[in-house]
């Protein structure tokens, strides 16, 4: 017998101490019926209603013979009827694997393919789209469409709605553990192809709990919901608020009208952009029509907001800025810059670590590094992934030394604040995005009159980074600048377009034969330097 047992204990909590992604769901039904979860556009869903659909979708995906560990996909844009479905997949125990809808049709195959996924669920207009389309036909896998637009019928699909009809609203008992597998959510990594990051129920949790801590969440909260529900960022920021008995309202994508309604209509009290959102909303000429005195917060993320823009921003639209920043493989937020150190410092600047995780800074050899030395930036917690999907060389370098390693070079400085310095590789965020420049490179490899190629991020006002290239021509070969760039809008998603391509004489090498893009990078940093105040 064990010592556990004798005292009268178990082994593990059980369905009676469960730690859950859908919970966080059931919990705010039972105290928040009636209010408000989401709005899109006029449209208004209560706490009551998400949790009967999501009952609903979970039974119908239980009815189809899925069980705990079984993969269902998401190529979806944000709707009401796709956090249902979302949450309907947790209810169930399934393994959400999202693909962002901006990726082309071969990086949408290879997830797919490499996740093993056998259902999938669809808007119906990314469904109408011919490549993609092909894509998935080819691939035989089964489809349940969101119905959008009323294209689901004509394509024969079924509907998420039909498919719900009939379903019962009880929650199935489903038996599955904190740390089993809860979603796989790939991202562009340095290699040419996407990394799936594996995360358990517990670490979206505990990251969601961090949130609501660090950000001072209450039941009237209401966040403007522009970012796209199948990246991390928006999928926390969605269930952070929820969990609080707050609201969303949906968008698809961002423009600062909706933004603007939104947040007057709603009575939004925070808002989450890039710093080209707070550029559009600040330079709109009708923003003063708008009545956005509700804003008590406004965070801005991926990339730090410059000093002109920041000062602007607090001055004329919310006096509370923060600065939020993580990654996939650590489920956000990691690090925050409290609005009360916004106008001290400038520059890179990430802030304090956050509760749920721990920060520092680490050597080659594992050492960690004193407040003020140079390193790579490292966290441990329990938001951390559980590593790649089929991938262990990459998760056992990502773990090294028993942290998690962004890639990421920075200092800590004496007062706690991570000062980010350069990437160890070379990772383009672009708008939010990661873009893999091998990728890039790639594409460009196989116009045939490009004999290299290379791309690096260049400093943008707007993107945080630019995904700019520069290509070689063979010997004899033609091309234009805008030739090359019809080619990559051909092969590439929209966010991995480069917005500078340049044809030039010779690459920098190094004497081994390697291409020196640190050259590019600086003989073009000042290209895209001119930052509207």
């Given at each position: 017998?064990?010592d556990?047992?004798?005292t009268?204990?178990?082994?593990g909590?059980?369905?009676?101490?469960?730690?859950?992604?859908?919970?966080?769901?059931?919990?705010?039904?039972?105290?928040?019926?009636?209010?408000?979860?989401?709005?899109?556009?006029?449209?208004?869903?209560?706490?009551?209603?998400?949790?009967?659909?999501?009952?609903?979708?979970?039974?119908?995906?239980?009815?189809?013979?899925?069980?705990?560990?079984?993969?269902?996909?998401?190529?979806?844009?944000?709707?009401?009827?796709?956090?249902?479905?979302?949450?309907?997949?947790?209810?169930a125990?399934?393994?959400?694997?999202?693909?962002?809808?901006?990726?082309?049709?071969?990086?949408?195959?290879?997830?797919?393919?490499?996740?093993?996924?056998?259902?999938a669920?669809?808007?119906?207009?990314?469904?109408?789209?011919?490549?993609?389309?092909?894509?998935?036909?080819?691939?035989?896998?089964?489809?349940?469409?969101?119905?959008?637009?009323?294209?689901?019928?004509?394509?024969?699909?079924?509907?998420?709605?039909?498919?719900?009809?009939g379903?019962?609203?009880?929650?199935?008992?489903?038996d599955?553990?904190?740390?089993?597998?809860?979603?796989?959510?790939?991202?562009?990594?340095t290699?040419?192809?996407?990394?799936?990051?594996?995360?358990?129920?517990?670490?979206?949790?505990?990251?969601?709990?961090?949130?609501?801590?660090?950000?001072?969440?209450?039941?009237?909260?209401?966040?403007?919901?522009?970012?796209p529900?199948?990246?991390?960022?928006?999928?926390?920021?969605?269930?952070?608020?929820?969990?609080?008995?707050?609201?969303?309202?949906?968008?698809?994508?961002?423009?600062?009208?909706v933004?603007?309604?939104?947040?007057?209509?709603?009575?939004?009290?925070?808002?989450?952009g890039?710093?080209?959102?707070?550029q559009a909303?600040?330079?709109?000429?009708?923003?003063?029509?708008?009545?956005?005195?509700?804003?008590?917060?406004?965070?801005?993320?991926?990339?730090?907001?410059?000093?002109?823009?920041?000062?602007?921003g607090?001055?004329?639209?919310?006096?509370?800025?923060?600065?939020t920043?993580?990654?996939?493989?650590?489920?956000?937020?990691?690090?925050?810059?409290?609005?009360?150190?916004?106008?001290?410092?400038?520059?890179?600047?990430?802030?304090e670590?956050?509760?749920?995780?721990?920060?520092?800074?680490?050597?080659?050899?594992?050492?960690?590094?004193?407040?003020?030395?140079?390193?790579?930036?490292?966290?441990?917690?329990?938001?951390?992934?559980?590593?790649?999907?089929?991938?262990?060389?990459?998760?056992?370098?990502?773990?090294?030394?028993?942290?998690?390693?962004?890639?990421?070079?920075?200092?800590?400085?004496?007062?706690?604040?991570v000062?980010?310095?350069?990437?160890?590789?070379?990772m383009?965020?672009?708008?939010?995005?990661?873009?893999?420049?091998?990728?890039?490179?790639?594409?460009?490899?196989?116009?045939?009159?490009?004999?290299?190629?290379?791309?690096?991020?260049?400093?943008?006002?707007?993107?945080?980074?630019?995904?700019?290239?520069?290509?070689?021509?063979?010997?004899?070969?033609?091309?234009?600048?805008a030739?090359?760039?019809?080619?990559?809008?051909?092969?590439?998603?929209?966010?991995?377009?480069?917005?500078l391509?340049?044809?030039?004489?010779?690459?920098?090498?190094?004497?081994?034969?390697?291409?020196?893009?640190?050259?590019?990078?600086?003989?073009?940093?000042?290209?895209?330097?001119?930052?509207?105040?």
């Amino acid at each position: 017998m064990s010592d556990l047992a004798a005292t009268g204990g178990v082994s593990g909590p059980g369905r009676i101490g469960r730690v859950a992604i859908g919970d966080l769901l059931k919990k705010a039904a039972v105290r928040f019926a009636d209010r408000v979860a989401l709005s899109d556009g006029e449209r208004r869903v209560s706490f009551a209603e998400l949790e009967r659909d999501a009952n609903r979708f979970a039974n119908y995906l239980v009815s189809r013979g899925l069980r705990p560990g079984s993969k269902i996909s998401t190529i979806c844009n944000n709707s009401v009827e796709f956090v249902k479905a979302l949450f309907g997949i947790h209810r169930a125990g399934l393994v959400w694997v999202p693909i962002n809808t901006m990726l082309g049709p071969a990086d949408m195959d290879y997830i797919l393919d490499h996740a093993e996924v056998n259902l999938a669920l669809i808007d119906d207009n990314l469904h109408a789209q011919p490549e993609r389309r092909a894509a998935l036909e080819k691939r035989g896998i089964d489809l349940v469409t969101i119905d959008l637009t009323g294209k689901a019928k004509a394509a024969g699909l079924a509907s998420f709605g039909e498919l719900i009809e009939g379903q019962s609203d009880a929650e199935p008992e489903i038996d599955f553990d904190d740390r089993d597998l809860a979603m796989i959510i790939y991202t562009s990594g340095t290699t040419s192809r996407p990394k799936g990051a594996m995360h358990c129920h517990l670490a979206v949790v505990m990251a969601v709990m961090s949130n609501c801590i660090e950000m001072k969440l209450g039941r009237d909260d209401g966040i403007t919901g522009q970012f796209p529900i199948f990246h991390c960022a928006g999928h926390v920021l969605l269930l952070s608020y929820l969990a609080v008995g707050g609201r969303m309202a949906l968008m698809r994508g961002f423009d600062p009208m909706v933004c603007m309604e939104a947040i007057q209509r709603d009575k939004l009290t925070v808002f989450v952009g890039l710093s080209l959102m707070y550029q559009a909303i600040l330079d709109h000429p009708r923003r003063n029509d708008y009545d956005l005195s509700s804003l008590r917060m406004c965070i801005y993320t991926m990339a730090p907001m410059g000093r002109p823009l920041l000062e602007r921003g607090i001055r004329e639209l919310c006096p509370n800025f923060a600065l939020t920043s993580g990654q996939t493989e650590m489920y956000p937020a990691t690090t925050m810059s409290q609005p009360d150190r916004q106008l001290e410092r400038f520059g890179n600047y990430w802030g304090e670590s956050l509760i749920v995780n721990e920060t520092a800074i680490m050597d080659e050899e594992g050492r960690l590094l004193p407040r003020g030395e140079i390193g790579e930036l490292v966290h441990r917690g329990p938001n951390v992934m559980m590593g790649y999907y089929k991938d262990p060389e990459a998760t056992a370098a990502a773990r090294k030394f028993g942290w998690h390693h962004t890639g990421d070079l920075a200092l800590i400085d004496a007062n706690g604040e991570v000062l980010f310095l350069d990437r160890k590789k070379d990772m383009i965020k672009s708008g939010g995005e990661n873009v893999a420049s091998v990728r890039i490179e790639e594409t460009l490899l196989a116009h045939p009159a490009v004999q290299n190629a290379a791309v690096v991020g260049l400093p943008h006002p707007q993107w945080g980074e630019a995904v700019s290239a520069f290509v070689k021509l063979k010997p004899g070969a033609a091309a234009s600048e805008a030739e090359i760039a019809e080619h990559c809008k051909a092969h590439l998603g929209g966010f991995q377009v480069p917005k500078l391509i340049r044809i030039v004489e010779d690459m920098p090498m190094t004497a081994t034969g390697k291409l020196r893009k640190v050259e590019l990078r600086n003989r073009f940093a000042d290209f895209f330097a001119t930052e509207r105040a």
